[in-house]
Structures are given as C-alpha cells and as structure tokens.
C-alpha cells in the first residue's frame, strides 16, 4: 500500500454501484451482504465485468465495489488503473491477499460497511508484458508449491501443508536456463524458481510469500539458483525457517528490489503464475510496476480504529 492516503468523501446515502462476480464461491453471503449495505447490486458472468467496468467509467461513475476473488480484482484493476474511478473490493475468493495486504476486512458486513466510507489509498499494482498481477507471479517450482499445498491444507493445516508441499515439490524438481536483465545488467541462471512479488516478500512460515508489513516498495524478485536438489532444499529450509534474510546468506539466492525487469527463459513461451493461476504467455516477459495505479477504497489505519 502506498504511504500516502487521503479520507474520501463520505458517499454514505448515495446509491453505490456494486458488481458481484456471480460464478464466486461466496456469492450468496457476498449478495446478502451488498444488499443489506444498500448498494445498487449487478451480477456480473466474469466474462461480462471488464465491459462492464468500462462502462460505468463512460458515465463518470465516481466509485464502484467489485465483489470476487482475486482474479476478479486483477480483471477490475486492469480496467481501473490511471482513472479517476475509486475501487472498493469485497473479498470474495479463497486467499484474498489483496484485501489482507490492503487493510480491507475478510468479513463480507465489515468490508461492505468500509467500500461506502473508507479512505482512499494509491495502491501499486504489477504487470507482466500486457497482464495485471496484484501479489505476486512465479515461474518454476513456486506454481507446483501452491497447488500442492492448498489441497494439502483443506485437510491438515497451513503448516503441514506447506511441509507436504515442499516434499512433493522438491521430488519433481526441475530447472530450466533463465536470464535476468535488471537495469540493462543480463544475468544468467540455472534455476528452478523465479518469484516476483509487488512490494517485499516474505519466505518465513506462517506468512511464505505474503507481503512484509510495511515492507518496501517495488518488484520483489527472488531467483534460487541451481539444480541439485540437496543445495536447493538448504535454500527452501532456510527461507521458511528463518526467512528471506538468512536465505539471502546462502550462494543459491539472489533476490532484488527493482521497478521493472525481463526475463528470458530461452523459449518462445512460457507457463507463468499469476496470483495463484496459470497463463501461458509469450516470452521474453517484461515486468513492472505501476504505483499508486489504483484508487483503492480501504479500513482506516489500525491506530485509528
């Protein structure tokens, strides 16, 4: 979240429009919720919401809520970002960083009570060549990491989970050539795991991959190094044991603060994670961030609560 945040002018008793991804797996509570808050709620098939988007933004809508995972706010900020319209979220999917990072409460009555009267922040957002990322985007090992541990999780717990889904990882390890250019500087690696992260990252359990309270800003780039798989599992074991610091220790880590960088994987395309799912893009992939792109509706800081 940016430093800079302004109190917005209260639209208590004014119709705000909201759009609920209606194929989101909370619908029902997200629906109830809208509808007791008093806005003027729209269904909206995930195919329909960035044209509608834009179109509230032709009328000169001054604010909407959009209601979904973070998928569907990805699709919003696409659409949102350098415009003059305000976006409230209503935290509808199974993560829901975006919300968490940004100050936004994961109950659906609070969350809706704060996109009418909350104050208004700069919230930078990521993108890869023409692709929006609000968390983070990975290449490599990390994809099968979170697929694995989520099915674990539903069953044993985060900690468990995430220990499973190292195993499981580790086994089917494989690297792949990559350069990175940072700052017209081509560095070459033999990798098995490329993470980008907007703003700083974390690797320590229980909050691996999630964004450092009030960490810095930019692309967070992490790139472990190497193939064999006893030097990489040192890497991965101290990362979640003691964090990215004491990883940053160990030959195998590089990682970097930056505005904007390219990766090449030596390959015409490649499958990349985008906030938790999969795209198959083109490559090289050139990422940046865009700062303060989005006028984003958020929960009074913690002190004024």
Known sequence: MAATQTAAASPRGSKLKAFLNAASGNANPAREALTKAGFDLEEVQPREMEKRLKQEIDRGTKRVLVAGGDGTIATAASVLARNDIELA????????????????????????????????????????????FLNTSS?????????????????????????????????????????????????????????????????????????VKN??????????????????????????????????????????????????????HATVGLDGELKRMVTPLDYRIERDALHLVVGPPEGDQ
């Open 139 to 211: 290449i490599g090992a990390y994809v099968t990491f979170v697929r694995v541990r989520e099915r674990f999780e539903k069953y044993v717990g985060y900690r468990i989970a995430s220990f499973f889904a190292l195993i499981r990882t580790w086994a089917g390890l494989r690297a792949f050539t990559v350069t990175l250019e940072v700052e017209g500087v081509k560095k070459n690696y033999r990798s098995s795991l490329v993470f980008i992260g907007v703003g700083e990252r974390e690797l320590r359990l229980p909050t691996l991959g999630s964004r």
């Open 89 to 132: 979220i209503l935290p509808g999917g199974t993560l829901n960083h975006f919300a968490k990072d940004h100050n936004v409460p994961a109950d659906l009555g609070q969350a809706a009570l704060v996109a009418a009267d909350g104050v208004v922040v700069g919230a930078d957002i990521g993108y890869v060549n023409d692709c929006v």
């Open 215 to 268: 960490g810095k800003r930019g692309l967070h780039v992490m790139v472990v190094r190497g193939h064999k798989r006893a030097r990489l599992f040192a890497v991965a074991l101290a990362g979640i044991a003691k964090g990215t610091k004491e990883a940053e220790k160990l030959p195998e880590f590089d990682d970097f603060l930056v505005e904007s960088c390219r990766i090449d994987l030596t390959r015409p």
